[in-house]
């Protein structure tokens, strides 16, 4: 016989006893933890509302959410310029053709208006830079402000005064 000393057990990781996975399968929640969603391919998967799956393609917005998000492009272009326009142009282009066509509008009366602030803003050596920069503001807030309603009445709008950069 041999003189070795018996397999001792292995040491219970430090701040409790947590029994190893089962072979093959997997380890069971936590209790009161959160439970993990189930894999893709369980049948009776949904994911949450807002979560997308990789692959998938963009879903379409409702209608009143197409207007929520026309409107507010509208008014940040207000007050952030171009960025709105911008940014909802790039992220919301494919959810739906009413936010697409107002974000395209905005964004190329925001671009328009840009290029004559930066003309006013050469003007400014002459006294008619201040009242150029004053009169694009005054426009910038009207205009904004009609398509604004237009949008959030579900309705068209075309800026007047714009160059179309974007389609």
Known sequence: MSD???P???????????PPP????????PPGGPTPPPPAGDPGYQAQPGYQQPGQQNVAMSPQDQRLWATLIHVGGIFFSF???????????????????????????Q???????????ILWVLIIGIFLSIAI???TIVF????AV??????PYTYPLSIKFVS
């Open 150 to 155: 237009k949008a959030n009445q579900g309705q």
């Open 144 to 147: 904004s402000i009609i398509a």
């Open 22 to 29: 089962p072979p093959g399968g997997t380890t069971p929640p």
């Open 137 to 139: 503001w005054v426009v």
């Open 83 to 109: 960025v709105p326009a911008l940014v909802g142009y790039l992220v919301l282009k494919d959810r739906g053709n009413f936010v697409r066509e107002h974000s395209a509008t905005a964004l190329n009366f």
């Open 8 to 18: 001792t057990p292995p040491t219970p990781p430090p701040g409790g006893t947590t």
């Open 111 to 121: 671009i328009t208006m840009l290029i004559a602030n930066i003309v006013a803003g």
């Open 4 to 6: 070795a000393p018996p």
